[in-house]
């Protein structure tokens, strides 16, 4: 019903930077929060960043300056960019939308299939 597509993940060095996206498409009524979560290996995964339909972000603290959300509520996607890369930031990184399909009264939990972020030191 739902799909997330993530792109832009890769290797970049220290200090570098990338940027995420990620697009949200099928049977949509409506998106509520998206964001970004990661998962290192070995550890839970943990949000990075979200932001609201209405455009209101929050961050972990690790990422703080460094990471920016945005989206673009028309096309329906959401892009983190990615500064001042460090080698913890390696990671899975997951889009995540809270999305009302067109069938179902309720809002869900939707996740994209991971893209992989490292940075080598």
């Known amino acids: 019903q739902v799909q997330l597509v993530e792109s832009g993940g890769g290797l970049v060095q220290a200090g570098g930077s990338l940027r995420l996206s990620c697009a949200a498409s099928?049977?949509?009524?409506?998106?509520?929060?998206m964001g970004w979560y990661r998962q290192a290996p070995g550890k839970q995964r943990e949000l990075v960043a979200r932001i609201t339909s209405f455009g209101s972000t929050n961050y972990a603290d690790s990422v703080k300056g460094r990471f920016t959300i945005s989206r673009d509520n028309a096309k329906k996607t959401v892009s983190l960019k990615m500064n001042s890369l460090k080698p913890e930031d390696t990671a899975v990184y997951y889009c995540n939308a809270v999305i009302r399909t067109t069938s179902l009264p309720n809002e869900y939990e939707w996740w994209g299939q991971g893209t992989q972020v490292t940075v080598s030191s």
């Open positions: 099928g049977s949509i009524f409506s998106i509520n929060t």
